[in-house]
Structure formats: structure tokens, C-alpha cells
């Protein structure tokens, strides 16, 4: 069974820090995807990283995919109140379901003006 | 506005009722999935359907069943409710079988079970 554990599980910050997310597996995954999901909305695709060791940017987020294709992070550079919301890594790769994306767990991330 | 639309938005229903949740994919797009979101246990994977076929199925109780059809709507029926079936559900649409580009998520269907 693929894991996905995310790490921390909340995160309360002041606006303008840096913070960084954490996704593990012991799986190695064919891409991995980072979601935002706010309250009473469904998740947001933010980026998809697919090669190992691939860096990609979106303004002041920044995603990494580990070498071995099992991990990610996420960094957030001068976290801003909009920031705030759960964010979720999800692996694309075959389980016992199919071909398919296993979610973590998800971080709930709380920035404070 | 994700281009996935999910109805109804919420719905309080009580125990051993049946109900049925709809989902119109993104134009374009073959795949539909369903997802149950839970405080405890996250986003967990129900089913899949693929141009009206199903695809992949996860831990979706046999009292749940759900179908595509020809315009490529999906609907979710839940069955004998119990409490614990409160939850979120999501559908999600991508325009191919596999996961590698992404899902676009509608806004969800609240379900309270009481």
C-alpha cells in the first residue's frame, strides 16, 4: 500500500516567515502533485513535478521532487495571510486500486497578520 | 468556478436513508473520480470511471455505488446510511485515465448523516 505522510501536520506562522512542507514515501511515484484546498472548496492543483530532482517555482512557492521520485517539499518564502489553507501532496502511481493519486495527509497551514 | 460542478452542495439525510450525488466533469474531460474527505481519514479514493466504463475502484463500502453516463455525468449512490458516512465528497474530473496531470476538484458535497 503507498503511504504519503506529510509533515508538520499544522503550522501556525507570522505573515512574512518562511516555511516548508514535507511529503515522504517509501513508494517512488511516476509524478507528484501539490494541492491547496480552502475551507468548503475542493482541493487546487498548485504544481505537478515529475522528474526526480525537479525544481519548480510558482511566485514565492517553491517544489522539489526528491531524487529517488518518493519525496517532496513544499517552501513558502514571506508567507502572506492569503497563504493560509490545507495543503495537500498527492503520488500518481499504480496501487492496489489501479493507476491512481494517493493523498497525504495533508498540512494545515495558519498564517497570522 | 474549477469547470466541475457537484450537487447538491449539502444534504442532512437520516440513518438507513438512500441518497445520490451528482457530478458533471469539466468539458472535455473522460475521467471521473470520487473521493470521501474525512476529518480523520483524509482524502480517500472511492471509484473511477472513464468514459462511461469503471476504471479503478478503492475502499468503497457495497453500499455505495455510483455510474457514468453517456454525457459523462457521474452520480454517487449511498445506501443504508450510517452516522459515520458523514463527510465530504468530491468529484473529480481529469481529461485522461491516469493521474499524472492532475484532477480538477468541484466544491464538494456536504453529507450529514443524522
Known amino acids: 500500500t503507498q503511504l504519503l505522510e506529510q509533515s508538520p501536520q499544522f503550522l501556525s506562522i507570522q505573515e512574512g516567515e518562511n516555511l516548508t512542507v514535507y511529503c515522504n514515501s517509501s513508494s517512488v511515484f511516476s509524478s507528484l502533485q501539490w494541492y491547496r484546498q480552502e475551507p468548503g472548496e475542493g482541493p487546487v492543483l498548485l504544481v505537478t513535478?515529475?522528474?526526480?530532482?525537479e525544481v519548480k517555482k510558482l511566485k514565492r512557492l517553491t517544489f522539489q521532487f526528491g531524487d529517488a521520485r518518493k519525496d517532496s517539499s513544499l517552501h513558502i518564502t514571506a508567507a502572506q495571510t492569503g497563504d493560509t489553507g490545507l495543503y495537500l501532496c498527492?503520488?500518481?502511481?499504480?496501487?492496489?486500486?489501479?493507476?491512481?493519486?494517493?493523498f497525504g495527509g495533508g498540512t494545515r497551514l495558519m498564517v497570522k497578520p | 468556478d474549477s469547470g466541475v460542478t457537484q450537487t447538491p452542495k449539502h444534504l442532512i439525510t437520516a440513518t438507513g436513508q438512500r441518497v445520490t450525488l451528482r457530478c458533471s466533469p469539466r468539458?472535455?474531460?473522460?475521467?471521473v473520480y470520487w473521493y470521501q474527505q474525512s476529518l480523520d481519514q483524509g482524502l480517500q479514493f472511492l471509484i473511477q470511471?472513464?468514459?462511461?466504463?469503471?476504471?479503478a475502484k478503492g475502499n468503497i463500502l457495497e453500499r455505495f455505488s455510483a455510474q457514468q453516463f453517456p454525457d459523462l455525468h457521474s452520480e454517487l449512490n449511498l445506501s443504508s446510511l450510517e452516522l459515520g458516512d458523514s463527510a465530504l465528497y468530491f468529484c473529480?474530473?481529469?481529461?485522461?485515465?491516469?493521474?499524472?496531470?492532475?484532477?480538477?476538484f468541484g466544491s464538494g458535497t456536504r453529507l450529514t448523516v443524522v
Open positions: 513535478v515529475v522528474t526526480g530532482g
Open positions: 473529480a474530473s481529469s481529461v485522461e485515465g491516469g493521474p499524472n496531470y492532475g484532477y480538477t
Open positions: 470511471y472513464y468514459n462511461g466504463e469503471e476504471r
Open positions: 468539458s472535455g474531460d473522460l475521467s
Open positions: 498527492a503520488g500518481a502511481g499504480y496501487n492496489n486500486a489501479g493507476n491512481m493519486l494517493t
